[in-house]
C-alpha cells in the first residue's frame, strides 16, 4: 500500500550502506579473533622440548668458550663412566 509514499531518502541509503560495511567488518574481525584464539592454545597432544642430554649441554659450554678443550674432555670422560657404572644406558648422543 504505501509502497512510493514513505521511501528511504538519500541520508537513509547512506546509512543502511555505512551500518552493512559496519556488519561485514564486524563479521570478519570476529572470525580472525576466533581463528587466533583457537591457535594461540597448543593441542593436548604437543609435547613440550625434550631437556637437552648432559652431554649437549657439555658441547654447547665448549662451544661457547665457557670451559677449554681439557676439561671438557675431563668432564666428558667423568659423563661416560657415571653412564655405565650405573648398568643404564647414558642419554642419547646426537
Known sequence: MFWYDH??????WI?????MVLLVA????????????VDRFPSSSARPPA????????????A??????????QRLTALRAHGQS???????ES
Not at 26 to 37: D, I, K, Q, T
Not at 51 to 62: C, E, G, H, I, N
Not at 86 to 92: A, E, F, I, K, S
Request: hydrophobic fraction near 40%; glycine fraction near 16%.
Open 15 to 19: 546509512a543502511m550502506s555505512l551500518s
Open 86 to 92: 650405573q648398568g643404564r644406558p647414558g642419554p642419547r
Open 51 to 62: 631437556a637437552p642430554s648432559a652431554k649437549q649441554v657439555l658441547a654447547d659450554r665448549f
Open 64 to 73: 661457547r668458550g665457557e670451559i677449554d678443550e681439557e676439561e671438557y674432555e
Open 7 to 12: 521511501g528511504m531518502g538519500g541520508w537513509g
Open 26 to 37: 564486524l563479521a570478519v574481525a570476529g572470525v580472525v579473533l576466533l581463528l587466533r584464539s
